[in-house]
């Protein structure tokens, strides 16, 4: 009987977890996006390059296509921030780090602006 009792209480501990880090993976940090300056230059686009660009460099037909510059990536912003934000990409390593979605959401959310 005890067995089952710590059986129990163990697979509940592991299925709360598991539904913290989906809803953590979702709302990274919360919903907050206060304070946070995301900039295109200093942090969107070295995220992409270092993370997104092996499967959408030039020549890309994968998605959105490549993703290399202000242009293409704002006119995928939409696609981007679901597919990090639920961790779909990148397809091979992701998700991200909480702390990279949050920048991509963030700059997504503030309107894409190229700075
Ligand atoms: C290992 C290769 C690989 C990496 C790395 C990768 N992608 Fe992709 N991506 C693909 C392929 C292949 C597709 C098309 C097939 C699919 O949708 O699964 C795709 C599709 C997409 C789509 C379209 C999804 C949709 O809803 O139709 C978006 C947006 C995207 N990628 C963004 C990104 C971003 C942003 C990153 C970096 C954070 C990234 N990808 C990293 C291979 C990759």
């Not at 979702?26 to 996006?33: E, H, T, V, W």
């Not at 206060?34 to 295109?40: L, R």
């Not at 942090?43 to 290399?68: E, F, M, R, W």
């Amino acid at each position: 009987m005890k067995k089952v009792f710590i059986t129990l209480v163990v697979c509940l501990a592991v299925f709360v977890a598991c539904t913290n880090d989906k809803e953590e993976l979702l709302n990274p940090s919360g919903n907050d996006c206060t304070g946070v300056n995301a900039s295109f230059a200093n942090d969107v686009l070295p995220i992409i390059q270092a993370k997104c660009q092996g499967c959408h460099g030039a020549g890309s037909t994968n998605g959105p296509g490549q993703l290399t510059n202000y242009n293409e990536i704002k006119n995928a912003a939409a696609k981007i921030r679901t597919a990090v934000v639920t961790g779909y990409m990148p397809k091979v390593g992701g998700p991200l780090p909480s702390s990279e979605i949050k920048m991509i959401k963030c700059w997504v959310d503030s309107g894409t602006p190229n700075n």
